[in-house]
């Protein structure tokens, strides 16, 4: 029987020895990836030094400015934190609320908005928790940041009266714009979701990242993501999007580019399979992951325009 606990207390350090300095390297990790450290860290800059990011960016910035007229600055509480967002009223009441992905504030969201101004919808361009001005300090993924939209949708409807919400998000911003929409919570307002680029687990595409980084796996990508779970008090792959889609009840357009190696063309497929009717899959030839309207502007825009048409044709039946 000693022998047995020597054993085990033998493979039980050198578990912790091994362990030990891989969780700190995760940890660095995580700090880097999902941590604001502080406020210059993920603020209403370019977030990357990108040819493509460069002109999305300047092309936004230039929209909000010639929409100048239209803007006003707009917060909420939610929780312990207050967030900012940017609101273009062009005498609607319909409104889509633009959901940016990790790294992003509202100002960078203002590239996506054109299509929301033709189809007649007001445009609220969000910081979400812990970006540009908002307060917070961790990116959970959207499982804590979709508590936010729900009251962003509330402060719409009730303090601007809006009618109809549509939710655009990109990356990341589609999950937590999904986890809004499934919500047990999630009021009738909320009408529909544009989804650009959303990925069936955030795990999966983080290890498609550290591929492409020619970055070893084991034991860093389960680590990092036990510490985004830890961070948000859910598993994240538990409550990845591939497990909420069947829960939608509401239209959602997908958007995903064939050069995406993030959210790959075949987890688009299955991430579409498993959505209820009505949904509606849209290919784009090229773009890599988030910049697919730079690569195909008329038809990006073009495809939420049509899919808002024939959401509120279904709608009003």
């Known amino acids: 029987m000693i022998a047995v606990y020597i054993i085990l207390g033998i493979l039980g350090a050198g578990l912790i020895f091994f362990l030990l ?8 990790i995580y700090t880097v990836l999902f941590v604001r450290t502080n406020k210059n860290k993920w603020s209403r800059t370019c977030s990357w030094d990108n040819e493509e990011q460069r002109q999305m960016f300047a092309e936004g910035k230039k ?15 939610s929780g312990k934190y207050r967030l900012i967002g940017e609101y273009f009223d062009f005498g609607n009441d319909k409104a889509a609320i633009i959901i940016p992905g990790r790294m992003e504030s509202g100002t960078y969201s203002y590239y996506f908005s054109e299509p929301y101004k033709k189809a007649g919808y007001n445009v609220l361009a969000i910081d979400n928790r812990s970006h540009g ?121 997908f958007i995903y580019s064939k050069e995406d190696t993030y959210s790959t063309p075949d987890k688009a497929k299955i991430l579409f399979e498993a959505a ?22 008329e038809k990006y825009d073009e495809t939420i325009i049509d899919f808002l048409k024939d959401y509120e044709a279904v709608a009003s039946d």
């Not at 300095?21 to 660095?28: A, C, D, E, G, Y």
């Not at 989804?195 to 290890?207: H, I, L, Q, R």
């Open 21 to 28: 300095p891989t969780m700190l390297i995760s940890t660095v």
């Open 63 to 77: 929209w909000g400015e010639e929409n100048e007229a239209f803007r006003k600055t707009v917060e909420i509480k």
């Open 133 to 253: 001005l908002s307060d917070g300090k961790f990116n959970t993924l959207g499982l804590k940041e979709y508590k936010d939209i729900l009251l962003w949708g509330k402060f719409l409807h009730d303090e601007l009266n809006i009618g109809d919400i549509v939710i655009h998000g990109i990356c990341i911003g589609s999950a937590t714009g999904l986890y809004a929409l499934t919500s047990e919570n999630c009021p009738e307002y909320f009408r529909a979701l544009v989804a650009d680029g959303m990925y069936t687990d955030f795990a999966e595409s983080f290890k498609n990242h550290l591929i492409e980084k020619k970055k070893p796996l084991f034991p860093y990508s389960a680590e990092v993501m036990w510490l985004v779970g830890l961070t948000a008090g859910r598993s994240v792959s538990k409550n990845a999007p591939i497990r909420h889609i069947g829960k939608l009840n509401k239209p959602i357009l």
């Open 276 to 297: 209820n009717e009505p949904k509606k899959l849209v290919w784009f030839e090229h773009g890599i992951h988030s910049h697919v309207r730079i690569n195909a502007p």
